[in-house]
Every structure is written in C-alpha cells, then in structure tokens.
C-alpha cells in the first residue's frame, strides 16, 4: 500500500538567495532514487510537505513546471523551526519531499480563456510553475492572450527574475512588474498590484483571474476585479493554512467543510463566498 | 446474515480468543471499564460503556510512523523508513457498543477518504473483527437515537450480540463477520428476528427523541456559522479539549519529529481544535484566534461539516462521553438545539 506520509529522499542540487533581505531561497531538488520523479507527478499549482529528518514538515508550493525534467523547485520564506533549518542547508544535503498533494489550477477548465494572473511578493511561487507550463509550445495554443501581473514591495525582493525577463522579451504574454515605491536604479513600473491591475486588466468577457499574494493585495484587488466585471467563477485563488497531514486527514486546515490541502488549494471566489473565512 | 445462540459466554470468549486472533474487550483497569487485549476470563461485562472511546485501538493516542538514522557510512543516512505497518496478528474486538462502532465508521470515511488512504490506520482497522454488544439498559447519558442511532445499530459491526440469560443472541452483520463466526465452536444456529425486534423497540422507547436538526440541515454554512449565540455558548467552554480526546469522532493529530545523536522519529500524537497552537500560522495570523471560534469549529464540524460530507450521517453520535466529562456542563444536544433555532 502506497504510503502518503512517507517523503521520498532527494538531494539539495542547488541552492539559491532570491531576495536582497535573504529571507528566500530556491532549492532545486533531485530525487535519490530512480523512479520517484515519476511517482511524484505534479500539476502548476499542487504543493508538497518538504521534510527534514528531525525537524519536521513544511507545505510548499512547487514553483517548478512538470515540463521541467529532472529536478522540482520550490522556494522557502524563512519563518520558523524548518524554514529556518532549511535556510542553513546545504548543496548536497539529504532531505524529502512527498506529495504532490493539493489540486491544480483548473487548467482544463481555462483552456480557450484569456489569463490574467496577479502575484504579489513570494506568493508567485505556484505561478510560476503555471507560467511556465502555459509557455510551453504543446500548451501556449490552449490559451488565449495572458497577462502577467507581479509586484514587490523593493526591486531586491522579486523572485524569478531571469525568468520574468525572458517572459517580457516575448510576444505571447504581457507582463507587468511592479514595485510599491521609486527606488533608484529600477525603471520599471512604480505602483501598488491592484492599481496596476485596474490600468492593465483585460476586459472580464471570457478571461479568468488567478490572484496569489498577501492578505492585504487580495483584498484590494478583489474590488478592482469585481468592478472591471469579472465573474466569481473566474476570480481563482490559493488558501493556505496551517497544515500537518496534507492529507485532508490530521483535521487543521479546514475551512467549513473542506480541507484546504485535500480539497483546496485552489478555490474559486464562488466557493469562497460560501465558506467561513477561517484562513 | 445467520443468526446464532450462545449456550455460555466465557466458552464462547474462550473460542474467540484462541481463533488466531486477538482477543480485545472490554476489562476493569483502575477502576475504569477500557477496551484491551486480554484473556477471556478477565472480560467484563457489567459495563454501560467505555470510559474512553475505543478509537485508540485504532489510532493510539501517540503512534510511531517513521525513523532514521545519521550513520553517515552508510547510504541511507537521514532517510526515513515507516515504522509500524508490518502484518500483525488482526484482533477480534468483542463488547463494542453500536453508538461507538459507528463513531469508528465515521472516522473511517476520513482515514480513508476519497483520495488517500491512511495505511497506519487501515493496517489495524481492515483486517480486524468488530463484535458489537447491544444496550439493554442504557445510561442517563446516552443520546444515540437522538442522532439517528439505536442500541441495536449495525453500522460498524460484523456481528451484534446480546446478553441472554448466562449466554448470548448473535447476529452476523458482514460476509467478514459470517466467514470468522461460522468456524467458531460452540454456536447453535437459531432464530432471534422476533426476539430482537421487540427489545430494540423496548430499550429504544427507553431513550431521548431524535434532535430536530432539519434546519441546521437546509440552512447555508454562513447563515450557521454567523449565528449570534455562539458568544454566549462558548462563554463557559474553558478550551480545555476534555471533549475532543474523548469523543469517538474527533480524530485531529499532530505530527512532531523527535531526535537523539543517533537519529530520530516522527509521530503522530492526537491533538485538539480547541488550542490556540492547532491553527496559527507561522506568521502569528490565526484563523481561530479566540475560544468562540475554537468551540464554534467542533460544534460546525460534528453537526453541520460531517453530514454534508457523509451523506447526513451526524458526527455526534450519542455516546454521552463529552456531557459526563465537560468541566462546564457544555452539552452538545443544547447547542444543537441552539444551532437549529437559530
Ligand atoms: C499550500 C501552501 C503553500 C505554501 N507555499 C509556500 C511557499 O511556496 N513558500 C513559502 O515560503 N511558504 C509557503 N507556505 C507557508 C509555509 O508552509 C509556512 O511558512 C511554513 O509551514 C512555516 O513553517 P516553520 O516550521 O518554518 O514555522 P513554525 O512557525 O515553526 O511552524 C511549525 C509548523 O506549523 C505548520 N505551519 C506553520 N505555519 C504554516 C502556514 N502558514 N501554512 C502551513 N503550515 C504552517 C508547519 O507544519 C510548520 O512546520 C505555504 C503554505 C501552504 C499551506
Ligand atoms: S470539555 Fe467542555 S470546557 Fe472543555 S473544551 Fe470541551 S466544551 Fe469546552
Ligand atoms: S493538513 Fe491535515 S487535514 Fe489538511
């Protein structure tokens, strides 16, 4: 019997500061044994517990895209007793992840849909997996025009950045990078995510929305997407709680009577609507 | 289904305890009735329930699932290896009340759920033969028909029995039940539909009203959950969890790794919503910061989230174990009622 608790062993490859507070890191993983990279097949959107002997578990977004072969990405904010630990890792170490747990974007369900996907801060994780995967040749015809919106508080706390300004470079996807306040140095765009969305946002007949970020920016993005027409349906979002199983079995991530890792991450604004928020 | 007579009890403990399988049922430990491993002569039937729920024989109170080592010459350094899922001899369960054999089939259905199965807890429940006891004399507070059980359920059971005169009346429930009893000694088959349809009916008249909990049924998750006497109703609740280690459907555990020189182990060990711990997040936002919401979430959770996702089956099931033990006299029938009324 396949057991879910179980992590499987990888490898930290590779290790990399994202941001100028050094707060996050990216940790590419490899699997130690063959055949476990199969096994842990993943959709953009899915998260995983990333465990350390000892420690304990964190869920982790996979930042990584399935097209991506060989290794899985994620990217850890430090916080606490893991992360913390995590932090102070190194290339080569032995950890485990286990999963895919979680449910995908419903990247079936916006296939011929117009995109407009909103990050602000290190929440961009999960979406950058989608980016990427949506980029792809085999993908990319599923969708029709996609909009990227990201903001920061600082230029130094953006993640991704090769990524996103290999993204700028193309013709398939508009992307707009935003930072709070001037800072010397950044050219880019000055402003706050939800401003940039009212300017930016393409118009609501057959787009969807998915919003990843602080508390405080879905707050006030919600109101923009509402005004600019968007349906409940297509305002899609990722919940996180304090999670331990990631099962849907430990009980503490609920939120009414889902379970924000089984039957979560991803909730539509609809189904938000209908629940407690107890997040 | 075939319906036997039991001529004397101990024989028929005696069998069960050497059919391969271990014997667990109910004993007096410091002057507590428990479910336990144990030898037929030491059963105890002289019990209104369990003092505990039996889920523990299940899902132990802190279990062991996994270890490693740091001996770094070898390859498998800091790698976890699972600990306690090898094929144990399976247990035959004798003396488990319906109310409780229900609360294990509720718990069940989250241990292995639509998409992941526990195997920690299916490696001991699957396999295992759960005889249940019928209530002839129900206590002061079983509720079970008052949220659609009966002393006499079934659900959860592979066999039902009852106490008749030095003996007992037995009923199998399940092709697992069948298969384990029709090589048991010392069983006459008989016929006890009558005799069993009238004393369920007598001991059931014995007990309290189903609840109404038609509104709280068709009402909407918010229109409950923002009612406004849960202030008032968790005024009292000291948030000391008494309730949720108690009750046969409260199933919430903790996962926490420990460590020596030489390696270490992940565990499981039952936790409780009622804790300020259970639910805050690393960045110190907490969802349910205040006891209003904690004892709202396990009033929600049994009564409203449990029978939305079972089919209606109430995740209460009347065993009366939180109502003897609550320090504050919180019982779960008034804040039914409280919750149907709005
Ligand atoms: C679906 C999901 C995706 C996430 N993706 C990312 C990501 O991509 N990058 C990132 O940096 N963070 C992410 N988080 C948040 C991350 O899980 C927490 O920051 C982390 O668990 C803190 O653990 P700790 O041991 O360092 O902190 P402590 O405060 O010491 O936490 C102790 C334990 O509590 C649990 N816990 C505490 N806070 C959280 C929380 N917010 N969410 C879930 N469990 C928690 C964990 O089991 C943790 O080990 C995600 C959370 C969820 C639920
Ligand atoms: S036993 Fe009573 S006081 Fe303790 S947490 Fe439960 S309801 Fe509250
Ligand atoms: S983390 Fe255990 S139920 Fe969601």
């Known amino acids: 019997m396949h057991n879910p608790y179980l992590p499987y062993p990888v490898r930290i490859a590779m290790l990399r500061v994202e941001t100028e507070d050094k707060n996050l890191r990216t940790f590419k993983f490899e699997f130690l044994n063959l055949g476990d990279e199969e096994k842990f097949a993943y959709l953009p ?15 982790i977004g996979i930042a990584s895209s399935p097209t991506e072969k060989g290794f899985v990405l994620f990217t850890v904010n430090r916080v606490g007793q893991v992360s913390s630990f995590m932090h102070n890792m190194k290339e080569g170490d032995v950890m485990g992840i286990r999963g895919p747990l979680g449910h995908p974007y419903p990247l079936d369900r916006l296939e011929g849909k117009n995109l407009l996907i909103i990050a602000g801060g290190f929440a961009v994780t999960t979406l950058r997996s989608t980016i990427t995967w949506m980029l792809q040749p085999q993908n990319r015809p599923k969708y029709g025009k996609i909009t ?14 090769e990524e996103w300004s290999e993204w700028q470079k193309r013709d398939d996807i508009d992307v707009f990078v935003t930072i709070d306040r001037e800072a010397p140095g950044w050219n880019g765009r000055v402003g706050f995510v939800p401003t940039v969305t009212k300017e930016v946002c393409p118009p609501p007949q057959n ?14 993005t919600q109101p923009v997407l509402e005004a600019a027409g968007y349906s409940n349906d297509d305002i899609i979002m990722s919940l996180e709680n304090r999670m331990k199983c990631g099962l849907g079995i ?16 991803v909730f539509t604004l609809t189904q938000l609507n209908q629940l407690p928020k107890e997040y | 289904m075939t319906e036997y007579i039991v001529k004397d009890k101990l024989t028929f403990l005696r069998a069960l305890a050497s059919s391969g399988y271990n014997l667990i049922a109910p004993i007096s430990m410091k002057n507590k009735i428990q479910m336990a491993p144990t030898d037929p002569d030491k059963v105890d039937l002289d019990y209104l329930n369990t003092f505990l729920s039996p889920k523990s024989l299940f899902f132990p109170q802190t279990e062991k699932m996994m270890a490693f080592h740091k001996d770094l010459t070898k390859s498998d350094a800091f790698v976890y290896k699972p ?14 009340r319906p109310c409780d054999a229900k609360g294990l089939s509720v718990i069940d259905k989250i241990f ?7 195997p920690y807890w299916n490696t001991k429940y699957e396999p295992s033969v759960k005889i249940g006891l019928a209530c002839l004399n129900p206590g002061p507070n079983c509720f079970c028909t008052a949220v659609g059980g009966s002393p006499f359920g079934e659900i959860g059971l592979d066999a039902i029995t009852l106490v008749r005169g030095n003996g007992f009346g037995l009923k199998t429930l399940s092709a697992k039940g069948e298969e384990f009893l029709k090589n048991t000694s010392g069983l006459e088959i008989g016929d006890l539909t009558g005799e069993i349809a009238d004393l369920k009916k007598k001991v059931e008249a014995s007990l309290p009203l189903p609840l109404d ?40 555990f903790d996962i926490q ?14 936790d409780t919503c009622m804790s300020w711990l259970y639910t805050v997040h690393g960045t110190g936002h907490n969802p349910r910061p205040t006891k209003t919401e904690r004892m709202r979430q396990r009033f929600m959770h049994k009564i409203k989230y449990i029978p939305m996702k079972q089919d209606g089956t109430c995740g209460c099931i009347g065993c009366g174990r939180c109502v003897q033990l609550c320090p504050v006299n919180i019982d779960i029938r008034e804040v039914a009622k409280q919750m149907n009324q709005g």
């Open chain 1, 148 to 161: 990227f919106v990201y903001g920061a508080r600082s230029p130094g706390l953006l993640l991704y950045k």
């Open chain 2, 83 to 96: 600990l306690g899922l090898d094929q144990v001899k399976p247990s035959v369960i004798f003396g488990l």
């Open chain 2, 257 to 270: 790794d420990e460590q020596d020189e030489e390696g270490g182990v992940r565990i499981r060990n039952w």
């Open chain 2, 213 to 252: 909990l038609s509104k709280v049924q068709g009402a909407t998750i918010l229109s409950i959950f923002n009612q406004p006497h849960w202030k008032t109703t968790a005024d009292r609740c000291l948030n000391c969890g008494t309730c949720t280690f108690v009750c046969p459907t409260c199933h919430c």
């Open chain 1, 207 to 220: 787009t969807a929305a998915i919003i990843c970020g602080p508390p405080i920016m879905i707050k006030f």
């Open chain 1, 250 to 265: 430990c009980g503490r991530c609920n939120v009414g009577p889902e379970y924000v890792c089984k039957d979560g991450p």
């Open chain 1, 45 to 59: 959107g899915q998260f995983a517990e990333l465990s350390v002997s000892g420690q304990g578990e964190i869920p």
């Open chain 2, 112 to 118: 292995q759920n639509n998409r992941f199965t526990d």
